[in-house]
């Protein structure tokens, strides 16, 4: 059975740092594309970050590039997405997903969610 388990979110101010972690399980994700979205309240899910597992090649939206950094550990099964500069707008419950279609940014593309961790950033 796959899981992905999302962890590492909480409450920081504008400006702070939060790191979360997707643990994955049940399957190994080699050609997968691995991403992280987010939900804000009364908004749709939107894309944030990708990596493809295999190669490690990342990409991003445009509104975090430079501020996030998505990475991926083969040996403990995790994809982290590292934080930085964080500002109101980033508020959302975020979300580990992982699909099979290439450099995706598309919710419909992703085959596997995770249930979601929140990040508050207060002004």
């Known amino acids: 059975q796959v899981q992905l388990v999302e962890s590492g979110g909480g409450l920081v101010q504008a400006g702070g740092s939060l790191r979360l972690t997707c643990l994955v399980s049940?399957?190994?994700?080699?050609?997968?594309?691995m991403g992280w979205f987010r939900q804000a309240p009364g908004k749709e899910r939107e894309f944030v970050a990708g990596i493809i597992w295999s190669g490690g090649s990342t990409y991003y939206d445009d509104s975090v590039k430079g501020r996030f950094t998505i990475s991926r550990d083969n040996a403990k099964n995790t994809v982290d997405l590292q934080m930085n500069s964080l500002k109101p707008a980033d508020t959302a419950v975020y979300y580990c997903?992982?699909?099979?279609?290439?450099?995706?940014?598309?919710?419909?593309?992703?085959?596997?969610w995770g249930k979601g961790t929140l990040v508050t950033v207060s002004s």
């Open positions: 049940g399957r190994t994700f080699g050609a997968y594309t």
């Open positions: 997903a992982a699909g099979r279609i290439g450099r995706t940014r598309s919710v419909d593309d992703m085959d596997y």
